[in-house]
């Protein structure tokens, strides 16, 4: 019997998450040694040595999950071109981490759908995090599911019926899938069907210490949770995108060339605060469509808000994704404490109300404003520094938030002067330390 399976319709955010892992190839002798979020940073399968190689995998992965074709025919398509390169069967390879020759499968009926089950799976689940960071306000909830394996291990069967809230950190490591050939789910509910259901904590699983012998990384993980298989892929997009940012950074820099930030970051800014906006504009043309129809017969103003936020939400929704946007200058660096000096953005802070106050062109400036605008400190708020500059020759502020070891845009707009002249003074009543003074 073929094995037909076929993914359903692939929503965005899926095909979002595919393109993020695709921009890269990573190569590995072991599946251990790309490790966890690093499968969030790019394409890697493991022995799959050379581009050429790893390319056609790749593209055959990408219409799998984009397309939604079958195992059969992706079977059918790369296994002769892979035959034909030579990377099928069991062949002599040298592990280059102990160079040692060793005798490795290659490619083979059973690899190929190992391959074909965790790509378009991670996948899913990726988007399938993102759309839930978007809709959680409605669906605060996740309920766990068992998959429909004719065996299933004891531990995901002690797991099912599971309720936690959307970021629970129990979906940092039991985000499906959670080990090889998982097929169990996570469905994201309401809060009254959370109470209908019964709020279900996990269940006190026991823990096993298992060390990666490629790496010697040793870590904690539950039984029924395989290596590497302990993450979520949807929370793994945000940390690559800051990685190949970094990376970048730290490749381009020039020892006294304090511009580096904006030549690298200004591409990945720009396009972020682009979609950012086209969205908001999509959804201010959409709800004054709604307002224009007005609330259906006998609904009252809470319930015709709450409807139209829905259908906002799910015309034109708002991801929670974080992209890098600029380096803070060293000296507000140090007087945060920060371990690094990438500061992130959300993209709801592009298309929220307040991005209203923009023109996208001055948007496009944040990177050089951040680069070059003078930073000022509060006593009373001393996880905050606000910059103060100008963009086309507007002044502009920013305040910037340092908390769990990440830097954030708090907010990015246009002010009048006599906003900063009330942030810089001391005023009857107020504490006279709650002022913004320049950090010298």
């Known amino acids: 019997m073929t094995d037909s399976y076929r993914v359903p319709e692939v ?5 979002a998450a595919w393109d993020q892992r695709a921009k890269r190839n990573l190569y590995g002798f072991s599946y251990k040694d790309v490790w966890r979020e690093e499968h969030a940073h790019g394409f890697t399968v493991a022995k799959a040595m050379t581009a050429d190689v790893l390319d056609d995998i790749k593209g055959e992965v990408e219409k799998a999950i984009k397309d939604g074709v079958p195992f059969d025919q992706f079977r059918k398509e790369l296994e002769p071109r892979l035959q ?55 669906l605060p909830y996740f309920v766990y599911g068992l998959g429909p394996s004719l065996n299933h291990r004891e531990p995901h069967v002690k797991m099912t019926g599971t309720v936690a809230k959307v970021d629970d950190p129990i979906w940092d490591i039991w985000f499906p899938p959670s080990a090889w050939g998982c097929k169990c789910w996570v469905r994201q509910i309401s809060g009254p069907e959370a109470e209908s259901i019964g709020i279900k904590p996990p269940p006190k699983l ?27 892929p949807g929370k793994n997009r945000s940390v690559a995108l800051t990685k190949t940012a970094r990376e970048k950074l730290v490749k381009l820099s020039v020892p006294g060339d304090d511009k580096t930030g904006t030549t690298v970051l200004g591409p990945i800014a720009r396009a972020k605060i682009e979609t950012a906006m086209n969205i908001r504009e999509q959804r201010d043309g959409l709800s004054r469509s709604l307002k224009a129809a007005g609330p259906a017969a006998g609904e009252d103003s809470p319930a015709f ?48 109300k307040e991005a209203r106050a923009h023109k996208l062109a001055d948007l496009f400036e944040l990177p050089a404003f951040i680069e070059n605008a003078t930073v000022y400190v509060n006593a009373v708020q001393p996880s905050k520094v606000q910059l103060v500059g100008e963009v086309a020759g507007v002044r502009h502020f920013s305040v910037f938030s340092h908390q769990d070891d990440t830097l954030m845009v708090t907010f990015f707009i246009p002010r009048r002067k006599n906003y900063w002249t009330n942030q810089t003074t001391v005023r009857p009543g107020r504490d006279p330390n709650d002022v913004w003074v320049e950090l010298k």
């Open 11 to 15: 929503p965005r955010d899926v095909k």
């Open 84 to 138: 034909a390169r030579g990377w099928w069967g069991k062949k002599k390879m040298v592990d280059p981490v102990t160079g040692e020759t060793k005798l490795v499968q290659l490619g083979s009926p059973r690899r190929l759908k190992t391959i074909y089950w965790a790509n378009t799976r991670t996948a899913r689940s990726a988007g399938q995090w993102e759309r839930a960071q978007r809709t959680k306000r409605a």
């Open 206 to 232: 026991p823990t096993r210490s298992w060390r990666n012998d490629r790496t010697g990384a040793v870590m904690e993980l539950p039984e029924g949770v395989d290596p590497g298989w302990n993450t979520n």
């Open 305 to 352: 808000k709450a409807r139209m936020e829905r259908m906002l939400d799910e015309a034109y929704p708002i991801s929670n994704e974080r992209f890098p946007v600029g380096v803070l200058p060293q000296q507000a660096i140090d007087y945060l404490g920060a371990q690094d000096d990438l500061v992130l953005a959300s993209m709801r802070t592009f298309a929220s």
